[in-house]
């Protein structure tokens, strides 16, 4: 794809296109300063087939007369195009612009004030998709809108409040996109927060919707994007807090979704067979992973990297003790209490091998004293920056559309809740289960180590190439194509972590590992699910865990607090509102 400009692009351009990049997309750039624009574009259409195209509008405004610029879209609506008019300064000349390449649909643009939101009106989902009808917050600043012409023929994609953004004209055979926008997201900028990158979504997403309809499955794309609910907390009985779990499972089943269970392995000892039975029996909408180790307050947001590593063993231990004495098996997922893990955490995971990945509202480690991850990180499935252990984020009920973007940028649909959640029943799971059905009627349910293991981008490369971009060790790809195909896999692996070898079916094939890629190739013969396995070297702890008597009983009182809380306090609105006014005043008293 190329972008063109006159003598120098604006700021926008080289955002754009390390956004493309993202993407999947190589975009490069062509001064028409010396060649000029009519010239240029033609010969680019006209050679590409099927083509793609974006004009950097500030730069090439004054430099074309009407006529010209008339001829230019004769020619462009002769092609199968598409062309993205990037704008992002008011003007005549802009206005003059944009009305002739539109053939009058857009008249100018003008000052939209300070929008707080984004939204996408819902007849726009052939090229919005998940995001058709939905609202997204946004950081209030100084915007610009479009002038539509009451008798154009335009789509409109998204508004900043009221005011029209990002159009889509048919001119001809060409579909001429505008856009405007006072900057482009820089996706290689460091974050201090992820807010950042969450309150910006105008200033990338409508460049990847005109990437992805120009170039179709040559962009990175999650073909079959899963979903999951995560209650974290609860014990394995037939009742807590507000939770009544045979109600919950029956629906669960009925409505065809799938329940994790995020234990805490410290009470691996207080599950009896008797009371897991009816768990197993709904083993199909389902399952349990590993809540910390002994949940204590920041327990994973410790620097002790020593700790970590041990804590990590050992509650793949306990848990394989859960499983034997009550027949559940546990998925290598860790959910760190309190959402908080740090650096030190993320090294530890990474060296121990002991879980998939962590799932967590956060991708930023808690005690980063610089920025270190940027918003190209966060457009992948899962964030895998710190030491290829990918982070997949997961979202407490506020909005359904904060799911709908996640499954638009390719990432699975995770809720996760506490037992108040179910304080009238599992009727808020029935409404995100159908409100995701909606969004995406191909959402696929399973366990969340199936969902996590299933994740990944994929763009064509040819008509029987693919690469694929995936986050786990051990990775289910699917092949539905009826021919054979070949497939470029690559996962982030540190160049420092020993990779003992690689299988496909349990076939061990040739890997490179080069800085911190490990790259592969095989060919898919037949539709099947193939099974990926990247087998590391796990580092053992030098020390291990050990706990002595005064810990072991503030975690058994911890604990009991925490149970007596959800069981007995939360259930009396009452003694609640006692014990609430309480911790507050302990909370201003200790501040």
Known sequence: ????????????IPHFQHLAECVGVVCETADVANAGLLDLVTREITTQGKSAIALDV???KNQNNQEQLAQLVAQLGECDTAVLLLVSELGEATDRFLKVLTNNSVQGMKSAGRASHLNFPKDSGALSEELASYSFPR???ETFGLNISSAANADEIMRLDQASTFVRVKVGKANIFVWATKSVFDVRKLLAAEKEFELAADKYIPA????????GDQCWRNPNPGAGIVIDDPLLKNNYGFIDFPRLLTSARQHNYH???AFIPWNHRRSRASNTRMFLDHADCFGVCIHGCDHTKREFGSA????????????RQRMEQHHEQTGLVSEPLMVCPQEQYSVEAMRAFADSRQFAGVVCTACMPRNLTAPSICGADLLLAAQDSFFGIPVFKRHYWSEISVFAMALFLGKPAI???????FRNGPGGTEIFAAGLSQIHPAIKWGSLAETVARTHSRRRLAADSWEVRFFTDDFKLEHSGETPAEYRLVRRIPATTLIRHVTVNGVEIPFVHQGDKVTFNFQANVRQVYQVHVEVTPIQPEKKYSAGIKYRASVSFRRALSEFRDNFIARN?????IAQGLAKKMKQTSG
């Open 208 to 215: 990847i919707i005109f990437l992805r309809f120009a170039f």
């Open 259 to 261: 329940v994790t269970l």
């Open 1 to 12: 794809m190329k972008v063109f400009f006159h003598t120098a692009p604006s700021p926008a």
């Open 139 to 141: 950081e209030p600043d």
């Open 415 to 421: 809720l996760v809740e506490h037992h108040e959640f």
């Open 304 to 315: 002790d990297y020593e700790d970590l590593l041990s804590r990590n063993f050992v509650a």
């Open 573 to 577: 609105d009452f003694i609640l509102r």
């Open 58 to 60: 500030d730069s090439l």
